[in-house]
């Protein structure tokens, strides 16, 4: 019995880190997709931090992001990775989507808010 407990957890293992990395992928593609909409990454922060009374001091040391990489957000359009965005997002309390797009009516962007939830739930189930 405790052979085919290791072969369901390591199945669920598996399966986790394939859900994973399909999120990262779906989250890449919709950070392609704001570039491509010629999106720049910085001002949306910076417009939100405005919105929420946030210094940009506050905001670095809070998500331990350095400076530099915030300026390069700012004044040369530089893009975060997936794991920023989503730090980012999280600071914000929204998800990549809406930090992105201030409208998230696009289907394809509401299915992805949607698995991006279950994950969450299979990360809690699994830990």
């Known amino acids: 019995m405790s052979t085919y407990y290791c072969i369901a957890v390591s199945l669920s293992r598996k399966l986790f ?5 399909f999120l990262f992928v779906f989250l890449y593609i919709i950070v392609m997709k704001a570039i491509a909409k010629d999106f ?8 939100l931090l405005n919105e929420k009374g946030i210094s940009s001091t506050q905001f670095l040391k809070a ?15 530089a893009i975060p990775n997936v794991i920023t ?8 309390n929204m998800s990549v989507e809406q930090l ?5 009516s696009d289907p394809l962007l ?10 969450n739930n299979i990360r809690e189930i699994c830990s």
């Open 85 to 92: 965005a989503m730090k980012v997002a999280e600071f914000f």
């Open 17 to 21: 880190n394939f859900l994973i990395v």
């Open 110 to 119: 509401e299915i992805i808010e949607v698995l991006q939830r279950k994950l």
């Open 100 to 104: 992105i797009n201030k409208n998230t």
């Open 63 to 77: 998500t331990e992001i350095p400076c530099q990489r915030f300026y390069d957000w700012c004044n040369k359009g």
């Open 40 to 47: 720049n990454f910085g001002l949306r922060v910076k417009e």
